[in-house]
């Protein structure tokens, strides 16, 4: 019986081979953002910690995804993975901005922080000043994320065939996001609403899309290895995105980086929320209903929230599907691959991804 | 000698060309979007006449700089050019709301119309939801115009070769942009800086970028040629944004598709308020110092800063450097090319880009 240990030992392994090549790689994206100004090179220069402080979740998965359809080239899919990395923590600037979030990986997220230095350069409307300078990381964030796997050296072919893996599921995770943003607005929704958000947003896009973009720089083309992959990463993405939601409401600040009870405050529809209004008593409906997207909610009222989910039996209902999930993935490892190394670190990184804390 | 008119017609031909692929090309793209839901295609189709009437230049040179070198594959290269119109569309809709400007190409910007679709919607802050699906919008686009990239069918290699070129000239103008919204912020400026942003953000971009793009794509490796396309490209990209910067004063909102004095109103810094802070009087350069910035600016205010510009000298000194870099791009075309037929129309398109009143 697998339990976390290998998958967060193998995701410990794959952050400390990155760091150096992330540090690296922006020493040399801030000289060349120099050439055209400071502050240009400033704003990149901010942004290095808030990408090193990324889980790398999705960065690991490719290198697997290589691994898994025969890949060998170990420091190559390495500085390719970074590309996922990148795009990943812009695309998250963007959301910010859309949520209005203040904190990210336990840092002022970057629209606060370039209206700090807005502030400081005593521009008028630093707000709008941080949150237009946030758009631009972003963009430069996608278009450094391209030049890496253009620029990784595997064979043309497989460069394109990644990049068209890149594209299609990024696309998807924006039209998502584009229904996400809906949705909290009209703070109306149904189920099928909620699992359709998750779905594109987060479980192909963390899940099926990086294993995907690593085999195809391996050259993958068995249909047979492709429909084990999907099926194991979409498992793979459901159970990410299921703890994600978990600690959004039990998670701790110091360990989450983000405020406790983030994901009521700012009203996000969960399947946790979801459960509470088809089955909490009215009492507990009309309580969650006044902390969703009530922004003084206290302390106190997030732990009541906490104590509804668990009464109600919308933790465990949530909980346990995360852990089919689990379940799912691994009756896929198999299918996968041959490679008995390989398939022991995929069956235990889908387990670690309901055992993690942050 | 020539004229603007050849140019301005092999444009309308590429806008011809394009425009039922643009149309067909979106309603593949809504479908897929609908897939996801509803509101992620009704934000897609808002967008399409944005896109349609765009002026194509850049998309227009792509399939120049694959003819000269040497390129025959007419389809082909028209499907891959409409990239960097879906690239170009998209960066501007988030550069309208750094700018905070309310009418594009004649249209609400993006941002307004995806409010006003959020006041349909009932939706408390439809401002920020405007602006939150726009940043979306834009995000979209980006990742359309790779997939039109990697999807266009030519060689792997010349793929990854354009795609290159593409990555590190957005690259560059993603930081100009960033030096744009912080000069603009700070209103205080140097020719040398105004010269940088105009460099990065808009000569190389529109001039070199889609000429060595389309380049790539019929495998262009000569580096005496590949010199003279940056020559001209540079220089076309400076004519063309000395015309712009004109027009953003001088031009008639039927015309120019935004509203008198534009430029003006948001306070930019050009070539032309440059000279009148250098050049003009006291009494000159108070009033502009008074407009600049200034939302409220009647019609008869801009006419006087017309007037101002044409006084001290400002309007030729910037036209003539204008018509300057037209002759230098001309003097480039010979070594660009040897075909005659081309030739002509890369003379005739650098003298219309000094020559267009939109």
Redesign the interface.
């Not at 758009?135 to 430069?140: E, K, V």
């Given at each position: 019986m697998e339990n976390g240990e290998l998958g967060k030992s193998f995701l410990k392994s794959y952050i400390q081979k990155t760091d150096g090549k992330i540090v690296s790689y922006f020493e040399k994206k801030i000289a060349?953002?120099n050439q055209?100004?400071e502050?240009?090179a400033q704003?990149i220069a901010a942004y290095v910690e808030t990408v090193r402080r990324g889980k790398r979740i999705r960065g690991s998965l490719i290198t697997l995804g290589y691994k898994l359809a025969g890949g060998t080239e170990e420091e190559k899919i390495i500085d390719a993975s970074i590309a996922i990395e990148l795009f990943h923590a812009g695309?998250l600037v963007?959301d910010d901005?859309?949520d209005?979030d203040h904190i990210r990986r336990g840092l002022p997220t970057m629209h606060k922080q370039y209206e700090k230095s807005?502030e400081e350069?005593?521009?008028?409307?630093a707000a709008?000043?941080g949150?237009?300078?946030a758009?631009?990381?972003?963009?430069?964030a996608?278009?450094?994320s391209?030049?890496t796997l253009?620029?990784s050296g595997f064979?043309?072919?497989d460069?394109?065939n990644a990049?068209?893996i890149?594209?299609?599921y990024?696309?998807?995770v924006?039209?998502?996001?584009?229904?996400d943003?809906?949705n909290l607005?009209?703070r109306q929704t149904t189920e099928e609403?909620i699992l359709?958000v998750l779905k594109?947003k987060a479980a192909e896009y963390t899940g099926v899309m990086p294993l995907l973009f690593g085999a195809a720089l391996a050259g993958l083309n068995d249909k047979k290895v492709t429909d084990a992959v999907i099926r194991y990463g979409l498992a793979f993405g459901w159970a990410f995105q299921i703890q994600d939601d978990i600690l959004g409401v039990f998670g701790e600040e110091e360990e989450f980086g983000k405020p406790i009870g983030n994901d009521v405050r700012e009203g996000k529809n969960t399947l946790l929320t979801l459960y509470v209004q088809q089955h909490g008593t009215k009492e507990q409906r009309e309580f969650l209903d006044h902390c969703m997207g009530n922004e003084k909610i206290s302390r106190e009222d997030v732990l009541k929230v906490r104590e509804i989910m668990k009464d109600c039996g919308s933790y465990d209902h949530v909980f346990n599907l995360g852990w089919q999930y689990v379940e799912e993935g691994k009756s896929a490892v198999a299918e996968v691959t041959d490679n008995e190394e390989i398939q022991k670190i995929l069956r235990s990184l889908i387990v670690y991804m309901m055992e993690r804390v942050k």
């Open positions: 060349e953002a055209v100004g502050i240009p704003n695309v963007h901005i859309m209005r807005g350069l005593e521009i008028k409307d709008h000043y949150v237009s300078q758009i631009n990381l972003a963009d430069a996608y278009y450094m391209w030049q253009l620029e064979s043309y072919e460069i394109v990049g068209k890149y594209a299609d990024v696309l998807r924006v039209h998502g996001q584009v229904l943003v809906a607005a009209v609403k359709n594109y």
